[in-house]
């Protein structure tokens, strides 16, 4: 079974910067797409980025050159290097990891870190 567990968020002023990490766990077939996803209070879930087992990168326009996402595939560990952070940043920001798996699409979803960035 698949966990994911993402770490790092927090409180931070506006300008100041955060690493989130997102560290998974069970069997994930070796080709496979990992994501960050953001959710603000009254607001659906948004894509911020994206990152392919090639590192091939995708970014939301709202976070392009201020974020960056990167993958440690032998510690199966996935990253969001957040800088130059805005108080329209903050939400709860989940990690996410989907392929297509011999049995079917495979799609997880961690727990969410909480990001506040103060004005």
């Known amino acids: 079974q698949v966990q994911l567990v993402e770490s790092g968020g927090g409180l931070v002023q506006a300008g100041g910067s955060l690493r989130l990490s997102c560290a998974a766990s069970?069997?994930?077939?070796?080709?496979?797409?990992r994501g960050w996803y953001r959710q603000a209070p009254g607001k659906q879930r948004e894509l911020v980025a994206t990152i392919t087992s090639g590192g091939t990168t995708n970014y939301a326009d709202s976070v392009k050159g201020r974020f960056t996402i990167s993958r440690d595939n032998a510690k199966n560990t996935m990253y969001l290097q957040m800088n130059s952070l805005k108080p329209e940043d903050t939400a709860v920001y989940f990690c996410?990891?989907?392929?297509?798996?011999?049995?079917?699409?495979?799609?997880?979803w961690g727990q969410g870190t909480q990001v506040t960035v103060s004005s």
């Open positions: 996410r990891v989907w392929y297509q798996s011999f049995s079917g699409p495979k799609d997880y």
């Open positions: 069970g069997s994930i077939f070796s080709i496979n797409t």
